[in-house]
């Protein structure tokens, strides 16, 4: 048994200008033939029946989803998922806000979460910890991955944004390249898994913002989603 994970990017997709060219989302005004066309694109290259992949319509909450079998469509009103299937890939899309992805590989349990300013200060990451754990996962055998996402150079803010953000998730906050208040998700994030024993962390340093290869709202406004995906293989 393998844990494998996938991060998408803009490239080799059907989707058309602005969204192109490998948009995944449903909910940004994309012709929806061309984000299925994606998705089935996306299913093919990593092994998998396109059912087998499970998407969620995420609202910036701290909800998570426990998933047994392929749902009848993507999940609503969620904006984390954990499986104990092996061969059900949990997709998390994002355009800037932080994709995570856990794994416990000898409790052979996932999760998967998008923390996004709203999401990560409500508790997302923690809520799907603590799914992870009704699971039979333990925090100090999980490994986490930080996708891409803006950095905190790029992410300006309010002074009061920031301030409220890094009440809530410290280590947040910061300040940008041009001196003004800022937030790095990323860095608030590692530390709250270090504060719920997860000392495995890789992070993607890639920033949305700076990388045309991937989608980013704060940089281009209407645009797509790209998913970091991950599933456990039984081969």
Partial sequence: MRVRRVVTTREGGASRAPFEAFNLSVLVGDDPAA?????KRLAAGVGLPPERVVWMRQVHSAN??????????????????????????????????VPIL?????ARVLGAAHAGRVGAADGVLPSV????VRLGARPD??????????????????ASMRDDVQAALPGSGCTTRKGSPGLDLRAGLRTQLRAHGVVRVDTDPRCTAEDPTLYSHRRDGK?????????????
């Fill in 141 to 158: 055998r999980v490994r986490a991955l930080l996708g891409p996402a803006v950095c905190g150079g790029c992410y300006e803010v309010p």
């Fill in 129 to 132: 910890l603590a799914a992870m």
């Fill in 35 to 39: 984000v299925a066309a994606n998705r």
């Fill in 102 to 106: 856990l794994a416990d590989l000898d």
């Fill in 223 to 235: 645009t797509g989603r790209m998913a970091a995906v991950t599933w456990l293989d039984p081969s």
């Fill in 64 to 97: 998570t989803a426990t998933v047994t079998a392929p749902p009848d469509g993507d999940l609503r009103g969620v904006d984390a998922m954990v499986t104990d299937r092996p061969g059900l890939a949990l997709a998390v899309l994002a355009a800037d806000c």
